[in-house]
Structure formats: structure tokens, C-alpha cells
């Protein structure tokens, strides 16, 4: 028996370079530029589905890539220096979907004949939101509410919770690959080749090329085959789903996009503020919060830092709703959350570095003022990430598993929690989408349109739909007996930043600045 046990580890052992460790300055700028390419994904798609519906054009959706990437890169910064200091990248969320198709639809909005001046006030409407919404992290942040909720969490309900931040995005993967299977599978058996196969062959003899920089080489490579596709004509007769799905230019990012433009506050003219849009809004924010706190667990493991103590987690979900006070005053056009892709890649590339995050974020700033240099990047066709995705977020819920060799997994009151925690987390959000769209408005569908986004909202994410099955069943099902079989003993040392001694090290603010704000 002893030949075939796995004791629990607190950090994982196969990564190269932890939160504080730092590869060399070339790599960490590649490093740093791969996790750019690969936020664009959502980056793009978010404005791109979201913004034809406002009424706005090729030119307003690039000048609203640019935003959304600006303060992406900001938000990044701003998290990674003075909020959980974890490499995680914050960008554009679909969290927020749902109350934005809401505010899209609202009558007034919808009797503007003009198509450019409904997108305008249609955006007011969405900032005005966005900066109301934003008070509920600012406040359950910087108050500590999250931290003190965060005290209910043991090692058997947050393994549900993560593993859905990963696995409740299925819909992004092959369902999003299979729109240009032409482009997206080889994509995705190149990946695989290149970051498993091929990890340990060095044509540098240094530089393991293929285990640090699977995303640059794979995009790369099968990026110049679908530009060779669209201009060779494959895709000339092709349905118009297919063009938009496979070909290079087909977005016209390239020719829309300024030659260099810098985002700046109310750049769509002031917000509107209304109830109705608020209260919607604040679903949106509940989620990304949820499904944040989740990412920041996979992240601190992906990391090799220790799980954020309750302080730690507060304060990241406080700068979060700065982030999102910020995507509302700069007219991002969506919400900001944590990527669980980029979260992913930490474990795929071996780097959990703090400072290559930081320089990614330097990268979105930059190309999201030079608008044409970024319209490049932007250009990529999106079943490409669709590839990625299907690796990287089956990475991050493989993360959330991972959490149960805390707990005793021969216990049958934790098979049902985990069991049922995940079933219900994909089953329910299913349910819900099927009967949401922009018009029919989803399950929900009384005559009060904001208590209908809010709850489709909240019932639409599997993170959220977790957390609230396997946290509720936790604390309620014979709990003191099952202290030890949750993870207790393991887990308590983490809930406060004095409990364990890494904490300091791994979430210590800059600059000095924890004499003006201890850990409390």
C-alpha cells in the first residue's frame, strides 16, 4: 500500500518558476506576450457579439477592443501589484451577458432609429451599470464581507467550485471549435504534440521552446494555414457562419481600427444611471466574483503559493470592483472578471511568475493604443482559441479536483456533496441557456425585465450554482463530525494571513505599503 500512496501536497512540485521566482528577462517577455494572444480571444469576442446588437459599426467595435484591452491591461496592474498580487489577468467577462442583452433590449433604447446614436446611449446605459454594480465588490471587499463568507469554504466545496470555473465554459471549447473544424482540431492535436509530446526537445539548447511557449508556436503556425485558406478562396462560397468563423479578414478590425488611439474616460459622453439596469447589473458582478474566487484558488496553486487567506481574497475582489468602476467610466462595454485561461497556461508553460503577468499587462496597454498593430493580433480566427480553451480550462477544473486529496474521498457524505455539487453546477446553467436568448429573455420572465436578468444571470453560471450546492450541504451536513474528513485541519491555517508564515511572502503589498494597511 505505502508503494502506491500519494501523501497530499500543499503546492504542486512540477512547475519551474513559482509567484516570486522569475525567468530570464527574454523568456518572461515571450512568456508575457503569450499571455496577451491569448486574452484576445474573449477580448474580441465579447464586443463582437455584444456590439452589433447596440446598433454600432466595424468601427465602433474596434474602438471598443481597444477600450476593453486598455483597461484589461490596467486592471491587470492594479491586481497583480495591489490586490491579490497572483499572476492572474483580469479581462472582459460573459458573466455579464445576460443583464447587458437587458439593457440592449430595453424599449427606450430600441425606438432610436438611428443606428449609431442607440449604440452611443446604449453604452451610457451599460456604464452607468457597470459603475453602479461595481459598489457591491467595492464594498463586500474592502469591508471584508467576502472574507468572512470565504470562512465556509473547506477544501470539499471549493474542489466543485473551481473544477466548474473551468468545466461550466464547455460551450466555449469544441462547441466553438466545430465552426471551422478545418482550422480548430489541428490546432488543438498540435497543442497537444507540442506542450506533451514534444516538451522536452530542445532546438535551443537552453530554452525549452515547446514546454514554455506551446500557445506562440501553435497560434503561429496554424494562423499562417488559415491566412493561406482565405486567400487561396476556400472559404468564398461558404456559408456566411463559416466565413465568420474561419476567415482571416472577415471581422474588418484591420481596416477599421485607428492608426493609434488612447481610451479615455467618458469617451461615449456621460452615463445614465437607471434602477432597472443597476439591479440587473449587479447579478453580473455577483457571478464574476464567484467564478474570481475561484480562478484565484487554481491560480495560487498554478502558482505555488499558498490558497489566499480571507484578507488576501477581500482585498482582490475590492481592486475588482475598481476594475469594474473603471470598464464603466471608460465604456468597456462589459464587466471585468478573472481569465481562466490565462490562469490555465500558467500550469501549461510551468510559470507561475508574478512579473510576466505584469509585463502582459504592459503588452495590452501598448497594442490596445497602436489600434492597427493590435487589429492584427485581434485578426485571429477565434475557433483557434476555441483549441486552447478546451486544454487550458480542463486544466484549471483538474486544478479544483485536486483539492480533494484533502478530504476523505471514502466518505459517502462527500461523494454525494462533490457528486452532486457538479452535476447540478453543469445541469441547472444548462437548463437555463437553453431557454435564454436576447429575445425570449430565459426561464425567468415576469414583468419586472431586471429581476429576470438577475436571476438568469445568477442560475446561468456553474461556478455560481456550485458554490451555492456545495457550500450550503458543507456547513450543514453533519459538520462536526466531519471536520476532519472536509479538509478542516489542512484548510484553517490558510483562513487568516498570520496563519501560515508563506503568506507573507507569497501576498505582501509593495512598496512597503502593509504598515499603513495590515492584514486584519
Not at 477580448?43 to 468601427?59: E, K, R, Y
Not at 522536452?200 to 511557449?213: A, G, N, Q, S, T
Not at 480566427?381 to 480542463?394: D, E, S, T, V
Not at 484533502?406 to 461523494?415: G, I, P, S, V
Request: hydrophobic share 45%.
Amino acid at each position: 500500500m505505502a508503494e502506491i500512496a500519494h501523501p497530499p501536497m500543499d503546492q504542486l512540485q512540477d512547475l519551474e518558476y513559482c509567484i516570486d521566482s522569475n525567468p530570464p528577462w527574454a523568456e518572461t517577455i515571450l512568456l508575457a506576450f503569450q499571455n496577451y494572444i491569448l486574452m484576445l480571444g474573449t477580448s474580441v469576442m465579447i464586443p463582437s457579439l455584444l456590439v452589433p446588437a447596440m446598433g454600432g459599426s466595424d468601427g465602433d467595435k474596434a474602438r471598443v477592443i481597444q477600450t476593453l484591452l486598455f483597461v484589461a491591461g490596467i486592471n491587470t496592474l492594479l491586481q497583480a501589484l495591489f490586490g491579490t498580487r497572483l499572476p492572474a489577468v483580469v479581462g472582459g467577462s460573459f458573466a455579464y451577458v445576460i443583464p447587458i442583452a437587458y439593457i440592449i433590449n430595453d424599449s427606450s433604447l430600441q425606438r432610436i432609429s438611428d443606428h449609431h446614436e442607440r449604440f452611443i446611449q446604449t453604452m451610457r446605459a451599460i456604464q452607468g451599470a457597470l459603475i453602479v454594480a461595481s459598489s457591491i465588490q467595492i464594498i463586500m471587499g474592502y469591508s471584508q464581507v467576502w472574507g468572512l463568507f470565504s470562512r465556509f469554504f473547506s477544501p470539499l466545496s471549493m474542489a466543485p467550485v473551481v473544477a466548474l470555473v473551468g468545466l461550466g465554459l464547455f460551450q466555449r471549447g469544441f462547441p466553438s471549435l466545430g465552426n471551422c473544424v478545418e482550422i480548430g482540431l489541428p490546432m488543438l492535436l498540435l497543442v497537444i504534440g507540442v506542450s506533451q509530446y514534444l516538451k522536452h526537445v530542445r532546438p535551443l539548447r537552453d530554452v525549452p521552446i515547446f514546454e514554455r511557449f506551446p500557445v506562440l508556436v501553435c497560434v503561429s503556425i496554424i494562423w499562417v494555414y488559415s491566412l493561406i485558406l482565405t486567400a487561396s478562396g476556400a472559404y468564398r462560397d461558404k456559408p456566411n457562419t463559416t466565413q465568420q468563423s474561419c476567415r482571416t479578414d472577415r471581422a474588418n478590425l484591420i481596416s477599421t481600427a485607428p492608426w493609434f488611439k488612447f481610451p479615455y474616460p467618458l469617451q461615449w459622453g456621460p452615463p445614465t444611471f437607471s434602477a432597472g439596469h443597476s439591479f440587473a447589473m449587479m447579478s453580473g458582478v455577483l457571478v464574476s466574483m464567484v467564478e474570481s474566487t475561484g480562478a484565484y484558488k487554481a491560480a495560487s496553486r498554478l502558482a505555488i503559493a499558498t490558497p489566499p487567506p480571507a484578507y488576501v481574497l477581500s482585498r482582490g475582489i475590492g481592486w475588482q470592483g475598481i476594475g469594474t468602476l473603471l470598464d464603466g467610466l471608460f465604456g468597456t462595454g462589459t464587466g471585468s472578471t478573472v481569465s481562466v485561461e490565462n490562469v490555465g497556461l500558467l500550469g501549461l508553460s510551468r510559470v507561475g511568475s508574478r512579473r510576466v503577468v505584469q509585463i502582459s499587462a504592459a503588452f495590452m496597454i501598448f497594442f490596445s493604443t497602436l489600434g492597427k498593430f493590435g487589429a492584427v493580433f485581434a485578426s485571429i480566427p477565434f475557433p483557434i482559441f476555441a483549441a486552447l480553451y478546451c486544454i487550458l480550462f480542463g486544466l484549471v477544473a483538474s486544478v479544483g479536483l485536486s483539492f480533494l486529496q484533502f478530504t476523505n474521498m471514502n466518505c459517502m457524505r462527500n461523494l454525494i456533496i462533490t457528486g452532486l455539487s457538479l452535476f447540478l453546477g453543469i445541469s441547472i446553467p444548462q437548463f437555463f441557456n437553453e431557454y435564454w436568448n436576447p429575445t425570449h429573455r430565459g426561464l425567468i420572465h415576469t414583468n419586472a425585465g431586471w429581476f429576470n436578468a438577475f436571476l438568469n444571470t445568477l442560475f446561468s453560471s456553474p461556478a455560481t450554482v456550485g458554490l451555492i450546492i456545495a457550500v450550503f450541504l458543507d456547513n450543514t451536513l453533519e459538520v462536526e463530525k466531519s471536520k476532519k474528513d472536509r479538509g478542516m485541519p489542512w484548510w484553517v491555517k490558510f483562513r487568516t494571513f498570520r496563519g501560515d508564515n508563506r503568506n507573507e511572502e507569497f501576498y505582501t503589498l509593495p512598496f512597503n505599503l502593509n504598515r499603513f494597511f495590515p492584514p486584519t
